[in-house]
């Protein structure tokens, strides 16, 4: 993917320019969601990274519920900020526990990254993808735009032999007790390529 690296974050003016050349180097570098790096959204290091190899065969839609959706990039900035210090901090995780997360200005977030075991869906969090659409999607679908960014993240990364070319794609709800992706989100990707109506859900205690 074409981005850019090595950013640093010293205040919001710095921020904004990054934040306009990582939508215009995306652009110019072919069908890729704008981007967004760890280094521009200010990302505390990891406490530990552990890898996975091979093509990716579970992508797993998450909605954040909290914080509630973001429609600017500082907005999103501070979204992530937040879930990595209630991820990092309190739920005392090795980092944010999305792989990606999607914001209302229609760009993808750097989260913990392709093949980096994740903390978003127990039992599948070392062979898939964690994509996050942050907000509360239970009653309202998101923004075109938020969609479409999602789609082409997973495109993208089939294009590039990242995730499987016969990927599943499943929302959070369905290896999980939980709401998660929201029922208006959920019934969204049923429409999708690769969805799977598949339920692994088994006793939480067990996990």
Request: aromatic share 10%.
């Given at each position: 993917?074409?981005?850019?690296?090595?950013?640093?974050?010293?205040?919001?003016?710095?921020?904004?320019?990054?934040?306009?050349?990582?939508?215009?180097?995306?652009?110019?570098?072919?069908?890729?969601?704008?981007?967004?790096?760890?280094?521009?959204?200010?990302?505390?290091?990891?406490?530990?990274?552990?890898?996975?190899?091979?093509?990716?065969?579970?992508?797993?839609?998450?909605?954040?519920?909290?914080?509630?959706?973001?429609?600017?990039?500082?907005?999103?900035?501070?979204?992530?900020?937040?879930?990595?210090?209630?991820?990092?901090?309190?739920?005392?995780?090795?980092?944010?526990?999305?792989?990606?997360?999607?914001?209302?200005?229609?760009?993808?977030?750097?989260?913990?990254?392709?093949?980096?075991?994740?903390?978003?869906?127990?039992?599948?969090?070392?062979?898939?993808?964690?994509?996050?659409?942050?907000?509360?999607?239970?009653?309202?679908?998101?923004?075109?735009?938020?969609?479409?960014?999602?789609?082409?993240?997973?495109?993208?990364?089939?294009?590039?032999?990242?995730?499987?070319?016969?990927?599943?794609?499943?929302?959070?709800?369905?290896?999980?007790?939980?709401?998660?992706?929201g029922d208006r989100l959920f019934e969204e990707i049923k429409s999708w390529p690769?969805?799977?109506?598949?339920?692994?859900?088994?006793?939480?205690?067990?996990?």
């Amino acid at each position: 993917m074409c981005i850019a690296k090595d950013f640093h974050l010293p205040n919001v003016a710095i921020a904004l320019l990054i934040l306009l050349y990582v939508t215009v180097a995306s652009e110019a570098c072919g069908p890729a969601p704008p981007y967004v790096s760890r280094d521009v959204w200010n990302a505390q290091p990891p406490k530990l990274i552990e890898h996975f190899a091979g093509p990716i065969p579970y992508v797993i839609i998450h909605h954040s519920y909290i914080p509630a959706a973001c429609y600017s990039g500082l907005q999103c900035i501070a979204a992530m900020q937040s879930m990595q210090r209630m991820h990092q901090d309190v739920r005392q995780w090795n980092d944010i526990g999305y792989s990606f997360a999607v914001g209302g200005d229609g760009r993808v977030y750097q989260g913990r990254g392709f093949n980096v075991v994740g903390a978003h869906a127990p039992r599948y969090n070392n062979r898939s993808v964690g994509i996050c659409l942050i907000g509360d999607w239970v009653a309202d679908l998101p923004p075109k735009n938020m969609l479409a960014a999602t789609q082409t993240l997973i495109e993208y990364g089939v294009r590039q032999g990242i995730i499987a070319q016969n990927y599943t794609l499943l929302g959070h709800r369905q290896v999980r007790s939980t709401e998660c992706p929201g029922d208006r989100l959920f019934e969204e990707i049923k429409s999708w390529p690769h969805f799977n109506p598949m339920t692994d859900i088994v006793d939480q205690n067990k996990v």
